[in-house]
């Protein structure tokens, strides 16, 4: 009953929070639009260096005073607390498109975009992504036990803040469509980068690289590089492989801020790449 009450709740907030982006035309004014970008950027970037990068895979370590603040700015994405998102991450790098992914293509693509996330079952199915058992190093701390148990009050705040700062532009851009475009970006990750793109490391699995979700998503879409090398903060490998949350890691490196960042070798690349004779063609 817990994760059937849980996915109601999930589908009313998606259609409260589609419904409030649908509004964007109606409420444009250039001051809200900037708002939204940087709000984009702020919380997108948050996730992907925070629950993803630096949480999920460990790839680089930061001052405790700063992990807490890019995990904040990820809570405000309204995609879940610290420890559901990664939960749900190390389960799907676990069993990475077979039945047992959470969000696998396998299923279908409109189930591993958004699908998967209203189905219970999907959860009830693998018990590390429904009770956390694979999260103990963040359940230990009581800053994202907190988040956990609070999530979504601070975006709530944040509406506040935004409705007393520029009325109900601010809140249908700055909430709404910025919310929205970022979630479906992320979304895409997991259906989209496993469907469509370019295969260049020999992973054994469906994930590909796609520019466009690269630039939307911050770094995201370079995602048969991340497969390749799960635990590289580094995503985007090569120099034109526009990668936004990297280049936010290498300025917090080159400020002392970031340590143990981790990145593939050239020997680990090699055990990686195809035979010379199998040419990958890009699937678009």
């Not at 700063?66 to 190390?90: K, N």
């Not at 047992?100 to 299923?107: E, L």
């Not at 490391?201 to 770094?219: E, I, P, Q, R, Y």
């Not at 990145?263 to 090699?270: D, F, G, I, M, V």
Request: aromatic letters at 18%.
């Amino acid at each position: 009953m817990e994760g059937k009450t849980k996915a109601s709740i999930t589908k009313l907030f998606f259609l409260a929070i589609h419904s409030l982006a649908f509004l964007g035309p109606f409420y444009f004014n250039w001051s809200a639009f900037w708002l939204a970008v940087a709000l984009y950027f702020v919380t997108g970037v948050g996730m992907t260096l925070s629950y993803h990068r630096n949480l999920s895979h460990r790839s680089f370590k930061l001052p405790r005073w700063l992990e807490y603040s890019f995990a904040y700015c990820a809570v405000l994405a309204l995609q879940g607390s610290p420890i559901e998102w990664v939960s749900i991450h190390r389960v799907h790098h676990q069993y990475t498109d077979t039945w047992d992914d959470p969000h696998s293509p396998i299923k279908g693509f409109w189930y591993s975009h958004i699908g998967w996330v209203v189905d219970y079952r999907a959860r009830a199915a693998n018990p590390d992504a429904l009770e956390f058992k694979n999260v103990g190093d963040l359940k230990k701390q009581w800053y994202y036990r907190f988040l956990h148990r609070t999530y979504p009050f601070h975006s709530v705040a944040l509406g506040f803040l935004l409705y007393a700062a520029g009325g109900l532009p601010y809140i249908v851009w700055g909430i709404g469509v910025r919310t929205v475009c970022f979630l479906h970006a992320t979304c895409s990750v997991g259906s989209i980068c496993h469907m469509w793109g370019k295969q260049v490391w020999n992973t054994g699995d469906l994930s590909k690289n796609n520019w466009v979700l690269g630039l939307l998503a911050h770094g995201e879409g370079w995602h048969n590089n991340h497969h390749a090398f799960e635990y590289s903060a580094r995503q985007g490998l090569e120099w034109w492989e526009i990668d936004t949350t990297w280049y936010v890691i290498r300025f917090l490196e080159a400020i002392g801020l970031a340590t143990d960042v981790k990145l593939p070798s050239e020997a680990h690349k090699k055990r990686k790449a195809f035979p010379a004779e199998v040419h990958k063609k890009p699937i678009y």
